[in-house]
């Protein structure tokens, strides 16, 4: 089957850089993304990795390494609208372009 | 630009009633999938269709149907419902062919059963 283990929670200060780390098991491998979710609001899609390296898009990165079966999402310069739930995910074995999500990692950001 | 439409936004049943919530895109996106999330957790795919007239289940898809008569709408079926239902459901579309496989999620149903 397939599992994805991330941190369930991280807190980090204005202005630092967090990490957030994600492995996963998966039989087969199509990439690796990654959802912001704000508390009562829907995912919305961050970033996406197939190959290894790294990947920017303004103040968010994401990392893969599919030979360790790990990818990590980074935020710089973080700010207070940061603050929310943070899911990487992989495509499902069981419904095509559905993902499996991992359970989140929930961002607190403190000024 | 509406993207993805559930609706209702909130919904309070009592068990054994059944009820369906509507998912409907206008970005003529082939596939659509159906997501339960509950507290803490991740999202769970319940139901998934790759065209009108094809539908899947997925990861825990027993209690609710699913149908696809359009391309457009995807409405999901809770048959009876049960506590064990309670839950925010989470409609997604995604364009066929797109390597990157980006979700499009509406806003959400939160389902509450007595």
């Known amino acids: 089957g397939q599992s994805l283990e991330q941190p369930s929670e991280v807190t980090a200060v204005e202005g630092a850089i967090v990490q957030i780390n994600c492995t996963y098991q998966t039989s087969g491998f ?27 898009t303004g103040r968010f990165s994401s990392f893969l390494s599919r030979s360790d079966s790990y990818g990590y999402l980074l935020l710089q310069e973080l700010q ?32 | 630009n509406a993207g993805v439409t559930q609706t209702p936004k909130f919904q309070v049943l009592k068990t054994g009633q059944s009820m ?9 996106h082939e596939y659509m999938s159906w997501y339960r999330q509950d507290p803490g957790m991740g999202l769970r795919l319940i139901h998934y269709s790759v065209g009108a007239g094809i539908t899947d289940q997925g990861e825990v898809p027993n209690g609710y149907n699913v149908s696809r008569s359009t391309t457009e709408d995807f409405p999901l079926r809770l048959l009876s419902a049960a506590p064990s239902q309670t839950s925010v459901y989470f409609c997604a579309s995604s364009p066929a062919g797109l390597a990157k496989n980006i979700q499009y999620f509406g806003a959400g149903t939160r389902l509450s059963v007595l």
């Open chain 2, 20 to 28: 369906t919530l509507q998912c409907a895109q206008d970005m003529n």
């Open chain 1, 80 to 111: 207070m609208k940061d603050s929310a739930s943070y899911f990487c995910a992989v495509r499902s074995d069981t419904g095509r372009r559905a993902l499996t999500f991992g359970s989140g990692t929930r961002l607190q950001v403190q000024p």
């Open chain 1, 30 to 56: 199509y990439g690796l993304s990654w959802y912001q979710q704000h508390d009562g609001g829907a995912p919305t899609f961050l970033s996406y990795n197939a190959l290894d390296g790294l990947e920017e």
